[in-house]
T-cell receptor, first 118, second 117 residues
Framework: GAVVSQHPSWVICKSGTSVKIECRSL??????MFWYRQFPKQSLMLMAT?????????EQGVEKDKFLINHASLTLSTLTVTSAHPEDSSFYIC??????????????FGQGTRLTVV | AQKVTQAQTEISVVEKEDVTLDCVYE???????LFWYKQPPSGELVFLIR??????QNEISGRYSWNFQKSTSSFNFTITASQVVDSAVYFC??????????????FGSGTRLSIRP
């Protein structure tokens, strides 16, 4: 079964509204989660690193005021797309790495959220 | 800086042919992980393999095999006797191995593989 769960799987919203996407680690604690964005026929681009209990780290060119990230617990990170516009329409994917012991981890990805802004 | 290059944007072969997807990476880290993921039209990423930089042994899993060449910074993926169900976008990816739970994964641009019946 899924180890990282993302919700919703798809959402349609009106331009100017805000949309919240949730990412949960189901059977492990994730102090760090990652948010990616994928435009059609393109690669996954890392947007930000979500850190539990502290501010997220954003990649260059990603507006932190537009893409609000909250990581209030060890199993939940949320991405809020504020004042969404059609150009924000994309596939958003979260990821978390589960420790396996020592320096080894296993990376898990959510199912993705397809956002369409109309 | 880390970088992953997948020079092949699209590949189309006839079913039962063998096909190799190329991946070249750049990193200053001495310890790192390499990955391959499959992304079918549904969008969900399917994990295929993770390889530690210390382990240069090639790996075979059924019809899939991987060739890791540290000397050329390549991690190529071969599908033998391809099937229509193999049609998808395949991503090669890289992450550092230190502080692993906080290590971000960097993806290549992907190769769209189409297997024709």
């Amino acid at each position: 079964g899924a180890v990282v769960s993302q919700h919703p799987s798809w959402v349609i919203c009106k331009s100017g509204t805000s949309v919240k996407i949730e990412c949960r680690s189901l059977d492990f604690q994730a102090t760090t989660m990652f948010w990616y964005r994928q435009f059609p026929k393109q690669s996954l681009m890392l947007m930000a690193t979500s850190n539990e209990g502290s501010k997220a780290t954003y990649e260059q060119g990603v507006e932190k005021d537009k893409f609000l990230i909250n990581h209030a617990s060890l199993t939940l990170s949320t991405l809020t797309v504020t004042s969404a516009h059609p150009e924000d329409s994309s596939f958003y994917i979260c990821s978390a790495r589960r420790p396996l012991g020592g320096a080894n981890t296993e990376a898990f990805f959510g199912q993705g959220t397809r956002l369409t802004v109309v | 800086a880390q970088k992953v290059t997948q020079a092949q944007t699209e590949i189309s072969v006839v079913e039962k042919e063998d096909v190799t997807l190329d991946c070249v990476y750049e990193t200053r880290d001495t310890t790192y992980y390499l990955f391959w993921y499959k992304q079918p039209p549904s969008g969900e990423l399917v994990f295929l393999i993770r390889r530690n930089s210390f382990d240069e042994q090639n790996e075979i899993s059924g019809r899939y095999s991987w060739n890791f060449q540290k000397s050329t910074s390549s991690f190529n993926f071969t599908i033998t006797a391809s099937q229509v169900v193999d049609s998808a976008v395949y991503f090669c990816a890289l992450s550092e191995a230190r502080s692993s739970s906080a290590s971000k994964i960097i993806f290549g641009s992907g190769t769209r593989l189409s297997i024709r019946p």
